[in-house]
């Protein structure tokens, strides 16, 4: 009984890296970019690790397993908030001032969503839905321009936010939240991606 009981705890040992692998998988965009639990509001990392679930595409993170339960049950209500959250967060660092899709001009401010945890213009309703439906076109275009329109207004003697190396040349430019993050190496790119906010306030005081 001994050895079947230690069979099936390496067993579950080996699947949960294999778990996170596929939650990453299927991720659809971008990372949560908030530092407050999906639910509760609450910081996250009071009530011990942030609990990681990939919804119906996107990554929320939660302070507690009874938050992941409520946020299943009213995922598009938990969701508008979210959006509303990451709205406020992203729109002063906005990059372009055209559809993201068409690159058409907004009328009337255009059309303002999320996508794949990012905050989105188009000038229409179809360029919504195209969005909506792949996010990841989008998302590379808003990351190039935030790169290109931040990278002269990048803080003085910033260091890399994972290793806390000097960043030599042009480092490795990301984008989390909107906002371009310089690392050492493309080796710093899975950690900067898996604490977007935590390297946000390293490097801006950002508290997401």
Do not use: W
Not at 82 to 89: E, L, S, T, Y
Request: aromatic letters at 4%; charged letters at 20%; hydrophobic letters at 40%.
């Amino acid at each position: 009984m001994k050895s079947s009981s230690t069979l099936m705890l390496a067993l579950a040992l080996l699947a949960a890296p294999m778990m996170a692998v596929a939650d990453e998988a299927a991720r659809v965009g971008d990372p949560y970019p908030l530092s407050v639990c999906a639910v509760a509001g609450e910081p996250l990392g009071s009530m011990g690790d942030p609990i990681v679930k990939v919804v119906e595409g996107r990554e929320v993170r939660f302070c507690c397993a009874g938050c992941v339960g409520k946020y299943e049950k009213s995922t598009a209500t938990y969701s508008a908030e979210i959006d509303k959250k990451i709205v406020a967060q992203q729109e002063a660092d906005y990059p372009v001032t055209s559809c993201v899709n068409s690159g058409a001009a907004l009328e009337g401010g255009g059309k303002t969503f999320v996508a794949g945890n990012r905050l989105m213009k188009t000038c229409c309703g179809n360029c919504q839905k195209a969005i909506e439906a792949d996010p990841a076109a989008a998302i590379e275009k808003l990351n190039e321009a935030a790169i290109a329109k931040q990278a002269a207004a990048y803080p003085a003697g910033a260091v890399c936010p994972v290793s806390g190396k000097a960043i030599e040349g042009d480092g490795q430019a990301v984008v989390l939240a909107g906002k371009m993050v310089k690392l050492c190496c493309a080796g710093c790119k899975e950690k900067a991606s898996a604490e977007p906010t935590a390297m946000l306030e390293k490097v801006y005081g950002d508290k997401g």
